[in-house]
């Protein structure tokens, strides 16, 4: 069974790929299946763990880019107070994601497809710069 953040990610890809066909954007393999050797492998390729999902090469403003960690629909990553869920997974992808931020990159979460794509027309129209 398909892991339904890769379906997201490659629908992401699709619409963009039509929507904005000169944009450059590159989406993680994180839902694949890989070997056990495979896996080792890619982990030993990782600086950290928590790099988003999907990222666009696009400077716009003074951004330089953009980064999404995707999440299936119905997840919860925040709590109704404003505060990040104690997921040690969320976390660890926040934490990356704002040291990204620091580097001059837009970073954010996104559930599901039509909160993807929104962030992402967002990202190109200057909205999110």
């Known amino acids: 069974m398909r892991n339904r953040e890769t379906v997201i990610q490659i629908e ?9 066909p000169k944009e450059l954007y590159t ?3 994180g839902g694949v299946r890989l070997s056990k050797k495979q896996a080792i492998q890619a982990s030993r390729m990782r600086k950290r ?9 696009k400077k716009v403003g ?10 299936k629909e ?10 990040m869920r104690a997921d040690p997974h969320l976390r660890e992808q926040a934490e990356y994601m704002r ?3 620091k580097q001059g990159w837009i970073c954010c979460f996104a559930v599901g ?12 129209s200057g909205v999110l710069s």
């Open 49 to 57: 763990k928590g790099h988003p999902d999907w990222t666009l090469y």
């Open 12 to 20: 992401l890809c699709r619409y963009v790929s039509l929507k904005y």
């Open 113 to 124: 497809l039509d909160e993807a794509m929104k962030t992402v027309d967002n990202y190109l």
């Open 62 to 71: 003074r951004a330089c880019g953009l980064m999404i960690e995707i999440k």
């Open 99 to 101: 040291l990204l931020r």
């Open 74 to 83: 119905g997840t919860v990553i925040f709590n109704k107070d404003g505060s």
């Open 27 to 29: 989406s993680d393999l």
